[in-house]
């Protein structure tokens, strides 16, 4: 009897393993496949003979790259706006939170500074006013088009808000009695504190301006701006629409002429590399920061 | 006296510091939010790029009476909630049942795995998703071929207006179950454990626990991610089908930010797309407050 329910009990317990480790693999063999292809050579890529293992084993994709121009000059382009996105948002995040994290009484107006973010986080003109305000800055082609806009993270500034309302009073009258300012008492004791929150916030910037490909679609109007999603989006991107956006017939040809499955497959590996890099290092923070962020008692 | 008279200072000074750090980041939202806010008026006018916003005539309501007789419309606005809403409940769905499935996972290393492979894909730009897809679903791709394997009909989800929708629910809920999970997790894990014990003792199996006590456990949670999935219902996911469409499942697949994107950006219509847009911004904007609404009054949570 007890014997029975013991061998019920343990083969729920593989199925439940089973389909876990399975749910896993689902998630991760669809994206192996591409580094499969990547390492393949084109003709086994084209007679779709590549599973998990490369055929064919090569890495002419790669060398190919190394000679595309416009790969690292889009790379460079990504590289450098994730870079001062990130500058931005940490000081927008960390001296905004840190006032909105005091009550009303402390901070006479936080209400009004609240009410003005959620009524932004709420409501937004959209995507074409967006659009004429960056052509009317002349900012259309530059950098500043894919750092500004985004320079407050509103969701970012309220978990982080959320993080500093938790710090303990004590630790900041300490420092206030030691003639310590707001400023200091912000980024010697808080700071240090909240590392959890900030490295959070800080994924979420790196990982959605890396990731962007929108704005440089709409802010960006020759493909030598492009930053690199952008570029590797338009890999994909039917002719005709091209040509409706301007480009002009050389840059066109360049595009075409290189866009191959296994070509195109090595850029989205070596696209997708930084984000591999920061992902274990961040990963062990964003969990508390979304259970922090998420849910508010 | 001299720590007491600069703890007066720093009370002094403190107002009007904090003033002075929120000045930049209210600087930022002014111009690249709230400018675009008054740029909604363009979808009053007949904006003509060249007179600007302040020289373009005004026409009242033109464009939102064109938008509503259009035959698209109607068309895109159903294809937006049926998109949103299969996302929502499937994701949720899957989500609830692999954390709870997770939950069950004693072997730290398996668990870690796991957790690392499946958070993954959301942290990746559709962009490269969209690569990954069209590489499986293409008509001569792995699903496809498994397909045949067991005797059925090619289908070309990409180029198919039956197919197109269950694929871009389907892709969806593959990036996001993993990464959703994680509040669901941290739901679970704060339920009592002597509940466990207690309904062990009563010699109650694995499901009725699950049924009993997980469930009931995560409901508040449930219901708040639930009420704030909503405030998403009009936006479908304008990276990932921009990036899985075509002009053949325009008919299926356009939503309403693909579709402002198409007529008013790319075809120049910039006061007609404004008016698409600020439809949408408004029907979203009261959603998210009946949603916060809903929230303190059956969670006793709110969003903001």
Redesign the interface.
Known sequence: MSYSANFK?RM??VC??A???M??L???L??W??VA?SFSSSEAVSA?AV?LVPVHFTTAAYTRIIDDAQFWRSFGISILRVALSLALNM??II??A???S?SKR?????NI?MN???F??????????????IKNLDMLNTIWALV??G??P?FS??LVMNFFSAVPKALEEAA????????QV?FKVYVPVSIPALATVALFSI?GT?????SGL?YMTKISNYPL??Y??SL?V?IA?LL??GTNSSELSSLTEISNKNL??AK?VV??IP?LLI??LL?KYF?TG??VG???? | MK?RL??TN??I???T???M??I???L??L??????????I?AFQDYI?AKG?FGSEFVGLKHFVYMFKLPDIAQVVSNTLVIALGKILIGTIMAII?SV??N??RMKT?KK??Q??????H???W??L???????FSL???VN?ILTFFGLQHINFLGSNTWFQPLIIGTDV?KE??YSS??YL?AITSIDPGLYEAAGMDGAS?WRKVWHITLPGMLP?IL??GVMSLTNILSAG??QI??LY?PVVYESGDIL?TY??RI???GRQ?SF??AV??F??VI??VL??SANQLAKKYT?????
């Not at chain 1, 890396?210 to 929108?214: A, C, G, I, Q």
């Open positions: 009990d729920g317990r439940i393993y389909i876990v480790i749910l896993a689902i998630c991760l669809p994206l496949n591409i292809i779709n599973g000081i927008l001296l905004m840190y006032p909105l005091k402390e901070f006479k107006g936080r500074y003005i973010m959620i932004a986080m709420l409501f937004s003109g959209g995507m074409i006013p967006s659009y004429l305000l500004l806009p320079a407050v509103i500034v309220i206030f009695i030691d003639g310590a300012n707001p400023l912000l990982v890396w990731n962007d490909f929108f709409i999603m952008t590797i989006q994909n039917n629409d409706q956006a195109n497959a989205i696209a997708v984000l992902y274990p990963q969990v979304i259970v998420s849910v508010k008692e | 720590q600069y703890k720093g009370r000074r403190s107002g510091m904090y003033h750090m929120m930049p980041g209210i930022f939202l111009v690249f939010s709230y400018v675009p806010m008054v740029g909604v363009t790029p916003m692999f499935l997770l069950e996972i398996i795995s796991v690392t492979i499946v958070y993954l894909p942290f990746l730009s962009v490269v969209a690569s990954v897809v069209v590489n499986m001569d791709g792995i071929q593959w179950f993993g994680i509040v941290a694995w949670i708040l991610m304008f990276d921009y990036n075509n930010d402002v994107y008013g950006l790319v910039y797309g404004t847009g600020l949408k911004s979203g904007i998210l407050l006793d949570r709110k969003i903001f």
